[in-house]
T-cell receptor
Framework: DTAVSQTPKYLVTQMGNDKSIKCEQN?????MYWYKQDSKKFLKIMFS???????INETVPNRFSPKSPDKAHLNLHINSLELGDSAVYFC??????????????FGPGTRLLVL | KQEVTQIPAALSVPEGENLVLNCSFT??????LQWFRQDPGKGLTSLLL?????REQTSGRLNASLDKSSGRSTLYIAASQPGDSATYLC???????????FGIGTKLQVIP
């Protein structure tokens, strides 16, 4: 059973398009994250949701809008895609509130290429 | 602002050798520190998580230590194997609901 799943795995699209990436976790965790890994392999957090509420928003352009319909899902919608959005996007989840014991579990990543 | 540095950026060792990967962070008031491995084209796999109150964690051939006062963590891999070849990342959380800051990683190659 896949713990954290993302769809699609690959996404190739034209500049200016709007696209969505979906993430689901079946671990029963209450916190989910979106990370961006750029071409230099640097991994940086974008958003974090706890029980469907936004708790971290790391200076990400307004073109990126996360949506959490329930605590098992965190989707990422990107408007007006730009060349610089090309990267690998990782979803992750954890269970906060366990006195520092919150291991993060990552999805396989979505490789986005904007042409 | 928390900054996380990993040295070396790349490491190549013969199979069977013991090795140490280093992680340093600028703000010692951390909540926890986590070590991950990332295989090429794959997601991250959690290896060990050390809480701020702990000094080390062990799992099989892996041992991670934490020295908050000096802002350092090490990941010790015993008897390295070719299957250990991957990029190893450390990540520091500064608070329960605060963001996690990742290092750039150490790319390890274990030569048969």
């Amino acid at each position: 059973d896949t713990a954290v799943s993302q769809t699609p795995k690959y996404l190739v699209t034209q500049m200016g398009n709007d696209k969505s990436i979906k993430c689901e976790q079946n671990l029963g965790h209450d916190t989910m994250y979106w990370y961006k890994q750029d071409s230099k392999k640097f991994l940086k957090i974008m958003f974090s949701y706890n029980n469907k509420e936004l708790i971290i928003n790391e200076t990400v352009p307004n073109r990126f809008s996360p949506k959490s319909p329930d605590k098992a899902h965190l989707n990422l919608h990107i408007n007006s895609l730009e060349l610089g959005d090309s990267a690998v996007y990782f979803c992750a989840s954890s269970q906060l509130g366990l006195a520092g014991g919150e291991t993060q579990y990552f999805g396989p990543g979505t490789r986005l290429l904007v042409l | 602002k928390q900054e996380v540095t990993q040295i070396p950026a790349a490491l190549s060792v013969p199979e069977g050798e013991n090795l140490v990967l280093n992680c340093s962070f600028t703000d010692s008031a951390i909540y926890n520190l986590q070590w991950f491995r990332q295989d090429p084209g794959k997601g991250l796999t959690s290896l060990l998580l050390i809480q701020s109150s702990q000094r080390e964690q062990t799992s099989g051939r892996l041992n991670a230590s934490l020295d908050k006062s000096s802002g350092r963590s090490t990941l010790y891999i015993a008897a390295s194997q070719p299957g250990d070849s991957a990029t190893y990342l450390c990540a520091v959380r500064i608070g329960g609901y605060q963001k996690v800051t990742f290092g750039i990683g150490t790319k390890l190659q274990v030569i048969p």
